[in-house]
């Protein structure tokens, strides 16, 4: 029991010395390498870029104690930043002191919910979100960001969270970018890029072994990072506009508990609930992938424990919403990371640059986050999905568009609130009006197939008809009219089959349009038999009075059925 | 097309003289039952007793052009008095101009919906009322509605939309009860009860042939109307505290709109849908029901425009929302009419009592009227039904009781909203943990069925896995842990089988699990094949990668996939 909620308790006792060093080895790489992301998520948040740090340090340690990921690792990402930010503007202007307190409400809200879905096993949850709502949606949120950036890249102000507000800002002051941080913005952008496409192969061509050659081509970000820091410094460009990063007070977060309105934390529900679920799906698809990789498992449910606890640990440490972040997770796994204590160590190292050398990210040009954000966020942008989906099917199409097109308009919530919504009414008016077919007997066997696309034979006096749908409230109607019109255009007949193979549920609704079938047909000397009923439905058939009332049999097969009539 | 718009040219043309006697005679009977109920289910909304005359003649005249029921009689009824009642009370106070005028606007806007659902062919949207939220529904109403009678019929004061509400403010007045009033109430309330259970039995054994006897107990409450109008008038009880009707203006309404505020129209949009839709509800499963009667049809969503025709109808002459009511119907259809002609006598009757005789109707007590709205709602009460659905299903028990329980406590919207939601989310919740099962051949046969239900043979190397629901976005992670449980409890497994006879979609999000799972068990040198793909499925299928890169093979049958394996 206590295993299952401290998943610690089942590898700490097996720790040994030859994990120690793959550890410390991925914590140290994963503290350096997502430093610059950690402070670029803060400031797309609208939050000071010391917050990202702090969100990276106890969210981590907690982790380690609650999660079932080996590889997971957990801190500000873009999404979730890009989420919080919406969020926390609705509430309040950007930089007052009720901004920050939103930013932690917030984090606890949603570790609060995750905690209770985890608890009360409800992971189920997320699968609300379909595949083409949240591809769609990081479609989508790329954009946003990619466009949220332009302004930092250039130097020029823009505000807002849709992409009409953001272009709308940002244009009217294209004419006064500064060129020293147009300069640092486009240059780290182009190295950025080339690293990522070519880094790796022209590492390796000249002489780096392939390890190091991926891991220094993965280190791009920080070589930007200390390049332009060092040329902001040595040119003194804070003084010639260029934004930089500024003073960052050493030391650790203290814990404290944001109060605030009660209001505030009214308002601030919906947007938690909406963060707790994108984090969890984007979290927990992650870790679900590189655990099969190692042939490892996570638990769904205790993953919402543990981010659960991850966020909770945030806001009560100056923090902002956390969860599982696909970059930092798999520079830890490429890193070597055999179990959570990596995390740990990354923890603490960061912990210690928060402690002693944040005076050394002064001069860092908030440009050079933005070019790492930019580039890290254009992996989320799926355009060939569009086209796949497209063909695939027409209605997953239909909530996909809606997502990216009401996210970009009109925000994340309202997208992803309408996609959503989107795909559980097209499933409904789908399964509203089910697919039916008249089937007759593939010649010499016991099979039975659609008479309109096989070579079958039929019986003159009897139907036998599939119902390609679980019988409940939203169809029941429809069926009623399907068995009365093909009553109505084969006088000749004498029987019809159900035939209910594909018949998983008949509601109390449907029952009582059943029951109608039933009395009207009797009343035309048709009987009325069924075919094929599962157990669990034929279970709960025999609870009701439809099974005495019914005029015909039930059948096990199909083909006894066609034995008795033919 | 004209006749699909307007049904009365089907029937007009071949209209003759038989048919006009039949038709003569019951709008006749209609007009005398009906005034009666219009007065009290105006009162019941809280709007002057006229207003129910008005709302049944124009909105019966023009279904008479617009409906394809040939008895159905359209105007006041009790649910939609109540939900009208509700709606209004929220936007402005009794007895005030506003409130007069936002019952027009509710009118206006229902009629504007229905019609625009009518030619749209959006009648399916009402499907989502399923039968336990809908019985519910009227069983809770029918509480309300007799608790909200009980100050009128002991001349108490009370109001309130919800049953605590009601009684909160009935209970300290009871002290205040006004002897005359109670004794014309209860007197009402017996005679109306005796009438309606034993008066058809006992005017038939004293000599009364049967049609008459049916039609003297039918008219129980008219006879009430009279003698206690009579014994109002002459012991001049109006002036010793009983309520009566009082004045009302002789004259037909004068054609008005009922310009408002914005935002009072947009505070009745949401009561308006749900209006439309239960009274549409009503209206459609009686004039079915009575239409199969007489081996009849309907057209649901000509019956849309119909009754949206009649709520304009009904906005533009001072009435109040109306639908095809069942007991003004039952009347209708007992008393013989043969065509909407019937109505339309009805509607002409009733604009000439209330342009010369409303003089007749200023002694009649309200204790009367609230007499035969009790008595006629209690038919709605169903208590039997409750225990059927316990018994059947609680997942449409639940949504039943969720239904009653809000509608007494929080009104009748909250009611049927959260009854709607609930169901909704019982299924959506059903259908994302669907029940799979491992079968195998029924020895002899090419028929399968669950292993664990029945004697049958399986093959030890192949599993063959029948998936009992359709495949989408919130059951595809569950159908990879199925799948993956599966082949990890069973490590001598070479070959899974999907029998796909109960799939009826696989979208999006499931053809990626799909893919997920062919490739994880490719990993496992585990084959995955499908059977019993259906039509459509296949369809779709062939238009992704997915069957180039399945593992296996699509087998047509079951039987097939069993020699191949056994």
Same mark, same amino acid.
């Given at each position: 029991?206590?295993?299952?909620?401290?998943?610690?308790?089942?590898?700490?006792?097996?720790?040994?010395?030859?994990?120690?060093?793959?550890?410390?080895?991925?914590?140290?790489?994963?503290?350096?390498?997502?430093?610059?992301?950690?402070?670029?998520?803060?400031?797309?948040?609208?939050?000071?870029?010391?917050?990202?740090?702090?969100?990276?340090?106890?969210?981590?340690?907690?982790?380690?104690?609650?999660?079932?990921?080996?590889?997971?690792?957990?801190?500000?990402?873009?999404?979730?930043?890009?989420?919080?930010?919406?969020?926390?503007?609705?509430?309040?202007?950007?930089?007052?002191?009720?901004?920050?307190?939103?930013?932690?409400?917030?984090?606890?809200?949603?570790?609060?919910?995750?905690?209770?879905?985890?608890?009360?096993?409800?992971?189920?949850?997320?699968?609300?979100?379909?595949?083409?709502?949240?591809?769609?949606?990081?479609?989508?949120?790329?954009?946003?960001?990619?466009?949220?950036?332009?302004?930092?890249?250039?130097?020029?102000?823009?505000?807002?969270?849709?992409?009409?507000?953001?272009?709308?800002?940002?244009?009217?002051?294209?004419?006064?970018? =500064?060129?020293?941080?147009?300069?640092?913005?486009?240059?780290?952008?182009?190295?950025?890029?080339?690293?990522?496409?070519?880094?790796?192969?022209?590492?390796?061509?000249?002489?780096?072994?392939?390890?190091?050659?991926?891991?220094?081509?993965?280190?791009?970000?920080?070589?930007?990072?200390?390049?332009?820091?060092?040329?902001? +410094?040595?040119?003194?460009?804070?003084?010639?506009?260029?934004?930089?990063?500024?003073?960052?007070? =050493?030391?650790?977060?203290?814990?404290?508990?944001?109060?605030?309105?009660?209001?505030?934390?009214?308002?601030?529900?919906?947007?938690?609930?909406?963060?707790?679920?994108?984090?969890?799906?984007?979290?927990?698809?992650?870790?679900?992938?590189?655990?099969?990789?190692?042939?490892?498992?996570?638990?769904?449910?205790?993953?919402?424990?543990?981010?659960?606890?991850?966020?909770?640990?945030?806001?009560?440490?100056?923090?902002?919403?956390?969860?599982?972040?696909?970059?930092?997770?798999?520079?830890?796994?490429?890193?070597?990371?055999?179990?959570?204590?990596?995390?740990?160590?990354?923890?603490?190292?960061?912990?210690?640059?928060?402690?002693?050398?944040?005076? +050394?990210?002064?001069?860092?040009?908030?440009?050079?986050?933005?070019?790492?954000?930019?580039?890290?966020?254009?992996?989320?942008?799926?355009?060939?999905?569009?086209?796949?989906?497209?063909?695939?099917?027409?209605?997953?199409?239909?909530?996909?568009?809606?997502?990216?097109?009401?996210?970009?308009?009109?925000?994340?919530?309202?997208?992803?609130?309408?996609?959503?919504?989107?795909?559980?009414?097209?499933?409904?008016?789908?399964?509203?009006?089910?697919?039916?077919?008249?089937?007759?007997?593939?010649?010499?066997?016991?099979?039975?197939?659609?008479?309109?696309?096989?070579?079958?034979?039929?019986?003159?006096?009897?139907?036998?008809?599939?119902?390609?749908?679980?019988?409940?409230?939203?169809?029941?109607?429809?069926?009623?009219?399907?068995?009365?019109?093909?009553?109505?255009?084969?006088?000749?007949?004498?029987?019809?089959?159900?035939?209910?193979?594909?018949?998983?549920?008949?509601?109390?609704?449907?029952?009582?349009?059943?029951?109608?079938?039933?009395?009207?047909?009797?009343?035309?000397?048709?009987?009325?038999?069924?075919?094929?009923?599962?157990?669990?439905?034929?279970?709960?058939?025999?609870?009701?009075?439809?099974?005495?009332?019914?005029?015909?049999?039930?059948?096990?097969?199909?083909?006894?059925?066609?034995?008795?009539?033919?």
């Amino acid at each position: 029991m206590l295993k299952r909620y401290l998943p610690i308790l089942t590898w700490l006792p097996h720790y040994h010395k030859r994990l120690l060093g793959a550890d410390v080895l991925a914590g140290l790489i994963v503290t350096v390498m997502v430093i610059p992301q950690s402070l670029a998520y803060a400031l797309l948040a609208g939050l000071p870029a010391v917050v990202g740090l702090y969100a990276s340090i106890l969210p981590q340690l907690i982790y380690t104690l609650f999660g079932t990921s080996k590889t997971l690792a957990v801190g500000p990402v873009a999404i979730i930043a890009l989420m919080t930010g919406a969020a926390l503007s609705s509430v309040a202007a950007t930089g007052t002191e009720t901004y920050l307190q939103a930013a932690l409400i917030l984090s606890l809200l949603s570790g609060g919910m995750l905690m209770v879905m985890g608890l009360l096993k409800m992971g189920f949850f997320s699968n609300f979100l379909s595949h083409p709502v949240i591809s769609g949606f990081l479609t989508a949120s790329g954009i946003l960001i990619a466009v949220s950036q332009l302004g930092s890249l250039l130097g020029v102000e823009s505000s807002g969270f849709t992409l009409v507000e953001r272009l709308f800002t940002l244009v009217p002051n294209l004419a006064t970018y =500064n060129l020293s941080t147009l300069l640092i913005g486009s240059g780290t952008l182009i190295f950025l890029i080339t690293m990522r496409l070519r880094g790796k192969a022209t590492l390796h061509k000249v002489g780096f072994p392939l390890f190091l050659a991926d891991l220094c081509a993965k280190a791009g970000p920080v070589f930007a990072v200390v390049i332009t820091t060092l040329i902001t +410094w040595h040119w003194q460009l804070a003084g010639a506009g260029v934004a930089v990063v500024g003073d960052i007070p =050493n030391g650790l977060p203290a814990l404290s508990f944001p109060w605030g309105d009660y209001s505030l934390w009214q308002s601030l529900l919906i947007p938690a609930l909406l963060i707790s679920l994108v984090g969890f799906v984007e979290s927990v698809s992650m870790g679900q992938m590189l655990a099969a990789k190692r042939r490892q498992r996570i638990s769904p449910n205790q993953e919402l424990v543990g981010l659960g606890a991850c966020n909770l640990a945030a806001g009560f440490t100056s923090g902002m919403p956390v969860t599982g972040g696909l970059s930092r997770t798999v520079i830890n796994y490429d890193a070597g990371a055999q179990t959570p204590a990596a995390g740990a160590f990354a923890a603490l190292g960061i912990a210690l640059v928060t402690m002693s050398f944040t005076g +050394w990210l002064y001069h860092l040009p908030i440009a050079t986050l933005a070019a790492t954000i930019t580039v890290s966020i254009l992996t989320l942008v799926d355009i060939p999905m569009l086209r796949q989906t497209w063909r695939y099917s027409r209605s997953d199409f239909a909530a996909m568009a809606v997502t990216i097109v009401l996210t970009l308009g009109e925000g994340v919530e309202a997208g992803i609130i309408s996609g959503v919504t989107l795909s559980i009414a097209l499933f409904l008016y789908r399964t509203s009006r089910p697919h039916s077919a008249l089937v007759g007997r593939v010649p010499g066997t016991e099979h039975f197939r659609n008479t309109a696309r096989h070579d079958v034979e039929t019986a003159s006096n009897a139907a036998l008809l599939r119902i390609d749908e679980s019988l409940y409230f939203a169809n029941a109607r429809y069926l009623e009219d399907t068995v009365y019109n093909l009553v109505a255009s084969h006088p000749e007949l004498e029987h019809v089959v159900l035939i209910c193979s594909a018949v998983n549920l008949i509601d109390a609704s449907a029952l009582e349009s059943l029951d109608a079938i039933n009395a009207r047909l009797k009343d035309s000397d048709v009987k009325l038999h069924l075919s094929e009923v599962k157990g669990p439905v034929m279970d709960q058939l025999k609870k009701s009075d439809f099974l005495e009332a019914l005029t015909g049999r039930v059948f096990l097969s199909t083909y006894a059925a066609w034995r008795e009539f033919s």
